[in-house]
Antibody, heavy 117, light 108 residues
Framework: QLQLQESGPGLVKPSETLSLTCTVS??????????WGWIRQPPGKGLEWIGS???????YYNPSLKSRVTISVDTSKNQFSLKLSSVTAADTAVYYC?????????WGQGTLVTVSS | SYELTQPPSVSVSPGQTARITCSAD??????AYWYQQKPGQAPVLVIY???ERPSGIPERFSGSSSGTTVTLTISGVQAEDEADYYC???????????FGTGTKVTVL
């Protein structure tokens, strides 16, 4: 069973870049049946899909965030990462990493990122 | 932007049946997935591909699809089923994922 853990700064200043890493244990993330993604949840609100990257290398981002988001995978480290640039207070949220296949979904516990000066 | 619409809340007595709907134009073309989220926890997949149940998920959870609406049914609701539930699907091209607005299930 895959286990995911998000890591990165819990506090980011406005206009700076939010960077998070998801480290996977319990198995290899290198599978053609997997795709890797990030989801966020502002305090007290619903889930928002940020973007996904597929085994083929194709990336797909939420159109509302596309200009600011980059998702990448490092299979040699069993990690994938999120970068979100030019953050504002509206980007304050719990950020989750997830690995999905057609029949399963593994999520990290989530990490709260606060945007504040 | 593409949206999946869910009722904000559903209340049900223990042992009864809860039904949560999720509506959107592209649902006849794209699979729906359902997640359960309890306070302070990450979401857990309870239904995939409209009606399939992952291993470890109780049989009381089931999913169905009809036209532009998908439904999560919890039969014989238990107190532990009190949670927020989110549907998730994709736009008509299958490119962009989207989550529903979420439904809070309260067990009376």
């Amino acid at each position: 069973q895959l286990q995911l853990q998000e890591s990165g700064p819990g506090l980011v200043k406005p206009s700076e870049t939010l960077s998070l890493t998801c480290t996977v244990s319990g198995g290899s993330i290198s599978s053609s049946s997997y795709y890797w993604g990030w989801i966020r949840q502002p305090p007290g609100k619903g889930l928002e899909w940020i973007g996904s990257i597929y085994y083929s290398g194709s990336t797909y981002y939420n159109p509302s965030l596309k200009s600011r988001v980059t998702i990448s995978v490092d299979t040699s480290k069993n990690q994938f990462s999120l970068k979100l640039s030019s953050v504002t207070a509206a980007d304050t949220a719990v950020y989750y990493c997830a690995i999905d296949s057609s029949s399963s979904s593994y999520w990290g516990q989530g990490t709260l990122v606060t945007v504040s000066s | 932007s593409y949206e999946l619409t869910q009722p904000p809340s559903v209340s049900v007595s223990p042992g009864q049946t809860a039904r949560i709907t999720c509506s959107a134009d592209a649902l006849p073309k794209q699979y729906a997935y359902w997640y359960q989220q309890k306070p302070g926890q990450a979401p857990v997949l309870v239904i995939y591909k409209d009606s399939e149940r992952p291993s470890g998920i109780p049989e009381r959870f089931s999913g169905s699809s009809s036209g532009t609406t998908v439904t999560l049914t919890i039969s014989g609701v238990q107190a532990e089923d009190e949670a927020d539930y989110y549907c998730q699907s994709a736009d008509s091209s299958g490119t962009y994922r989207v989550f529903g607005t979420g439904t809070k299930v309260t067990v009376l």
